[in-house]
């Protein structure tokens, strides 16, 4: 009976589930920094450490190269985001997995019936790459990364584009993320949001705060399933 209670209370909150990809499921800091290293060392510039690397991820990948060539290279950004991308596709999943726990939670939550997708703002393909690679792609019905549309977060029309996909009301949708761009999105397509404290932008979920803030995996599936207030 309890299981059971469970189903009706989600029923009552969310069908569809929209997360993040960098920080939210996947740690990809670790690649990421290498390729954005790769690319400084091609162009005779000073590597970075991880943790400045982190600092930069968010808003895709020619902003990561925008903001690690800083202000006095920015003409050589077009360069850069080319090295960079044919590096990174060749290493995406050298050092990049998913967070402890996260499979369990997607199986889980798609037993319920609930409909998960995706919304990046990394490049759609080697957000596909990933997914496939870590081997949960098929969990998703629906993939949005920040060349997908013409906008990307925090534009809304993403949550827009896949609410029509799903056809999933807007008031029965969660956008699960690491960072304020995410929740910024959320405010900006009118539905409610979640926090995880896990990935690179918890800063900003303190001054940009979602509905909700999650520090581990269990914390975000009580928050699915409707037995969290926040």
């Not at 956008?175 to 397509?189: C, K, N, P, Y």
Request: proline residues 3%; contains cysteine; charged residues 20%.
């Amino acid at each position: 009976m309890e299981h059971l209670h469970a189903f009706f209370i989600l029923v009552l909150h969310f069908l569809h589930l929209i997360f993040d990809l960098d920080g939210t499921l996947v740690d990809t800091k670790a690649d990421l920094a290498a390729a954005t290293n790769h690319m400084l060392q091609s162009l005779d510039l000073p590597t970075l450490t991880s943790s400045q690397v982190e600092r930069y991820i968010g808003d895709g990948a020619r902003v990561l190269v925008e903001r690690a060539l800083r202000s006095s290279q920015q003409a050589l950004v077009d360069q850069g985001l080319a090295i960079f991308l044919e590096y990174y596709s060749d290493h995406l999943l050298d050092h990049s997995r998913l967070y402890a726990g996260i499979e369990n939670i997607l199986k889980e939550v798609r037993s319920y019936g609930i409909t998960l997708s995706i919304l990046t703002n990394k490049p759609e393909a080697p957000s596909r790459s990933i997914l496939s690679g870590l081997g949960v792609e098929s969990y998703f019905t629906a993939i949005i990364g920040g060349d997908t549309l013409s906008v990307r977060k925090p534009d809304p029309q993403g949550v827009i584009h896949l609410q029509q996909l799903t056809g999933i009301p807007l008031a029965q949708t969660l956008l699960v993320g690491d960072s304020r761009i995410d929740v910024e999105t959320g405010r900006a397509a009118e539905v409610m949001t979640c926090g995880v404290t896990w990935g690179f932008g918890t800063q900003g979920l303190l001054t940009t705060p979602p509905e909700f803030v999650v520090d581990s995996v269990e914390e975000l599936r009580r928050v699915i399933l409707g037995t969290d207030k926040g």
